[in-house]
């Protein structure tokens, strides 16, 4: 349970410390929002080294070469997490952070199904009460913070 508050404190105290700083000094929430996502995705790419194993478990056993996916998928999210750091790369990186989001799902259900010793999913389907509006609120905070466009402001 610790895991997905971790997940949340990441995501958001960047645009929280931005707030508050925005009663002094007029700013682009903007970017202090894609740093929490980086800062996430940094966080969360590092299980797929750190806990390698625990990841493999996750995944289906019919999926080929599920060690060699596992560190894929976590140099997949770094460079989501460098894009979303960069003025430039940001929306591609959010995009991509929404896609991998969606596409990782599976993983987590079967991992809740199979109450793999990783992140919380030992606990079984329960865990994806937990899970499943955690990536909502990700999903929204990437679109609403992030990637919805901002109305142009009348003369």
């Known amino acids: 349970?610790?895991?997905?508050?971790?997940?949340?404190?990441?995501?958001?105290?960047?645009?929280?410390?931005?707030?508050?700083r925005r009663v002094l000094v007029l700013g682009d929430d903007r970017h202090a929002a894609a740093m929490g996502l980086g800062l996430l995705f940094l966080f969360t790419a590092s299980g797929h080294f750190l806990q390698a194993g625990g990841m493999v478990q996750m995944l289906p056993g019919?999926?080929?070469?599920?060690?060699?996916?596992?560190?894929?998928?976590?140099?997949?999210?770094?460079?989501i997490a460098l894009a979303v750091f960069s003025r430039r790369w940001r929306s591609v990186g959010a995009w991509a952070a929404l896609i991998v989001l969606v596409a990782f799902f599976p993983a987590n259900i079967h991992a809740a199904l199979q109450h793999a010793p990783m992140g919380?999913?030992?606990?079984?389907?329960?865990?994806?009460?937990?899970?499943?509006p955690l990536q909502v609120f990700i999903c929204g905070w990437i679109w609403l913070l992030i990637l919805r466009p901002r109305p142009v402001p009348a003369r």
């Not at 895991?3 to 508050?20: E, Q």
């Not at 019919?62 to 998928?73: C, D, K, N």
């Not at 919380?120 to 499943?132: F, M």
């Open 1 to 20: 349970m610790v895991t997905p508050l971790l997940m949340l404190l990441i995501l958001v105290l960047p645009f929280l410390v931005r707030r508050l």
């Open 120 to 132: 919380g999913h030992a606990w079984g389907p329960v865990y994806l009460l937990v899970r499943a």
């Open 62 to 79: 019919w999926v080929p070469a599920r060690l060699e996916l596992v560190y894929a998928t976590g140099v997949l999210e770094i460079a």
